[in-house]
């Protein structure tokens, strides 16, 4: 894993080795192995990296590297898991005779670019990666980003000049970046905790989208062009030629599911230096440390982090899975404290608004860990690919007889949903889990009935998921209104032909909640300690082999990720398995009303309000004070507006 960067411009002198050294420096923790550049300075090209080495960790791993006939030059982050067998394939086309320098997967890409070509070369590989390419003879700058956007590419315009890099901070180097806010996106924020889609939190600067790639020649730059992404991979249309050329009989498909997911783990265990894997207990990751211990003669490392909250600690389940698979397991205690001295750190630490506050413990364990290994492989994905969100159960439930109910009668309901304060449900939920079924238990029961109120309002199914996905509802309130967007949300979800409500909620997750909040989560997280996170869900194989089952292999029975649950059960036994799903959490509303109280009321004063005149801060002041008096669930809806004054206080104050 590594940190790129890189300037293409029609001024020369702006595209310097000491430019993109500076700016690779602003990435260190990416790649704290090596630093390289490259420049043409005839030309106007620079090219910047900084290494995190895993494979070939010699010199033959270097970059900047040039391909063997000299043409092109590369900066490369990420990792092609299957650039074993690309190698064999290029021995195939070329007749042999490759003389390879060394045994890296960047290498491997040189030479598939010069006998495949980029595009062609891109749909052949399995892995995560943002690449940028300088075609020497053509005189074009390639980006590239992997199906799922796993690895970051920013990149915006200068005076003409292209810039682009893994990270904003490492962009903010750049001299004449102005860095200045995107108030555009601030209503997408608020919603839904992060700053989704192409556009960044900056003007001017944009992420390059999953599976696409963007070429800008020499002479674009000098025209003063500035060309767009285009698409080589798609996971609407991937999921769609899987179905349609999906097994015979639901044993095949199943078996499919565990060969891929089996081939995916073994590749994904290359790696030249310590490697192990976060162990939560749940399904996802026991299924990938299952099928690792399965392919290794030595006991696989695992992690899982311990909270001293027994309401956010799931440690002795992942301690009983580790256990029964053999694995060599620590538990690595975390404290309130240790949790509470992250949050000053976020806004360096994400570069962009950042509210999914399980960016705590996923930097914690991440942290720790990395004390360990360098690389740990992930259970993440498993719920968007297979079913695994409580919505995919109950939505179809609700919307069935939302769909029949009188709009009075919805209203009444959700008048009588929010007559108890959701503690008061989390408290019957604690008595009925002493009788109900494990899968009926449902952790933040309160929080997610005031959520389901909040809906019930919904005039279509599509209104219903856009608002079961939003942090914030009505966002608008808390913004001016010269800020604000009349889109209503189910317009912000595209209707998809040939998937039904289900699959088409799975397919948004997919493209929306996963990539531009999971994914990035992990990256920074980890990143953060150069520790590398790999996810074996996203091995375009194992997508297909999701997207060939049945609805009713995914979700059945009232229970998501049926057919992992199947694989699962040949290795670890039901009972260590079936309890509630917790995911990572933290207390955020006990925390916003005792020991982040003052910096929180320091972060919605006045004087750091003033540093967003979007928003609106007599709507910040109320919802602040309803939080303390306990009207309402708002803690999630206070920490993006919290996340995003810390950003300003730390981006466009410092």
């Known amino acids: 894993m590594c940190g790129i960067t890189g300037v293409l411009s029609p001024n020369s002198g702006l595209a310097t080795e000491s430019t993109v050294r500076r700016m690779a420096d602003a990435v260190l ?19 910047g990296h900084r290494r995190l080495a895993i494979l070939d960790l010699s010199s033959a791993g270097y970059q900047p590297m040039a391909s063997l006939c000299d043409r092109y030059v590369i900066v490369f982050n990420g990792e092609i898991y299957n650039h074993i067998m690309l190698r064999e394939q290029l021995r195939e086309a070329t007749g042999g005779g490759i003389p390879w320098r060394g045994h890296s997967d960047t290498e491997t890409l040189l030479e598939a670019f010069r006998v495949w070509g980029i595009e062609d070369t891109l749909r052949l590989t399995s892995g995560m990666f943002a690449i940028a390419v300088w075609d020497r003879e053509e005189q074009f700058l390639t980006l590239a980003r992997d199906r799922f956007g796993e690895k970051p590419l920013y990149y915006g315009w200068v005076d003409g000049t292209l810039v682009f890099a893994s990270e904003l901070k490492a962009l903010k180097q ?43 020649s020499l002479a674009d730059i000098k025209a003063g062009k500035r060309p767009q992404p285009a698409e080589w991979w798609s996971a609407v249309d991937s999921a769609h030629a899987a179905r349609q050329s999906a097994p015979v009989s639901p044993e095949r498909a199943l078996t499919n599911v565990a060969e891929t997911l089996i081939a995916s783990v073994e590749r994904q265990m290359a790696a030249d230096v310590p490697l192990g894997a976060f162990l939560s207990g749940g399904v996802d990751s026991s299924l990938i440390v299952a099928l690792m211990q399965s392919q290794s003669a030595r006991k696989i490392r695992t992690f899982s982090v311990g909270f001293d909250d027994p309401r956010y600690d799931e440690s002795e389940h992942a301690a009983a899975v580790a256990r029964h698979l053999g694995t060599e397991h620590t538990t690595l205690r975390a404290t309130s404290q240790m949790a509470l001295d992250v949050i000053p750190k976020l806004p360096a630490l994400y570069d962009e608004p950042f509210a999914d506050s399980s960016q705590i413990p996923t930097f914690l364990i991440s942290s720790l860990t990395r004390d360990h290994v360098t690389v740990a492989l992930s259970g ?14 109950w939505m179809p439930r609700v919307w069935s007889k939302l769909a029949r109910m009188p709009q009075p009668m919805r209203h009444t309901l959700a008048s009588l949903l929010k007559s108890m304060p959701p503690r008061g449900y989390d408290r019957l939920m604690a008595i009925g889990s002493r009788v109900l079924p494990s899968r009926l238990h449902i952790r933040t029961f309160g929080e997610k009935l005031y959520k389901l109120a909040d809906v019930l309002a919904c005039g279509s199914d599509r209104e219903l998921y856009g608002g079961l996905a939003s942090m914030n509802r009505h966002p608008e309130n808390l913004l001016e209104p010269e800020c604000c ?19 088409w909620m799975m397919l948004m997750d997919t493209l929306n909640f996963m990539v531009d909040d999971v994914l990035v989560k992990v990256d920074r997280a980890s990143m953060a300690s150069s520790l590398e996170v790999r996810a074996p869900f996203l091995d375009p194989d194992v997508y297909a082999a999701a997207w060939q089952l049945p609805l009713d292999m995914r979700v059945r029975n009232g229970e998501g990720k049926w057919a992992l649950r199947q694989i699962l059960y040949r290795h670890v036994p039901r009972e260590l398995i079936e ?11 006990d925390w916003l009303r005792g020991p982040l109280r003052e910096w929180a009321e320091d972060l919605l004063s006045p004087s750091s309000l003033a ?17 303390l008096q306990g009207k309402g669930h708002l803690a999630q809806q206070l920490w993006a507006v919290l996340q995003l004054s810390a950003w300003a206080k730390h981006w466009l104050v410092s």
């Open 29 to 47: 923790h990416r790649g704290p192995d090596d630093l390289g550049t490259w420049a043409d300075s005839e030309v106007g090209i620079a090219l």
């Open 174 to 216: 750049y001299p004449g970046l102005r860095g200045e806010l995107e108030s555009r996106v601030l209503q997408s924020y608020l919603r839904f905790g992060c700053v989704g889609g192409q556009q960044s939190i900056l003007k001017g600067v944009f992420k390059l989208p999953p599976g696409s790639f963007l070429e800008v």
């Open 380 to 393: 993440d994905a498993g719920d968007e690919l297979f079913g695994g969100y409580n919505r995919y159960v």
């Open 485 to 503: 967007s009349d889109k209503a949300v189910e317009h912000l979800y595209p209707a998809l032909a040939g998937f039904d409500q289900v699959e």
């Open 579 to 589: 309890r509630p799903k917790m995911g990572f959490a933290v207390p955020l509303d």
């Open 611 to 627: 540093n967003l005149p979007a928003l609106n801060p007599r709507a910040v002041q109320a919802m602040w004070r309803n939080h």
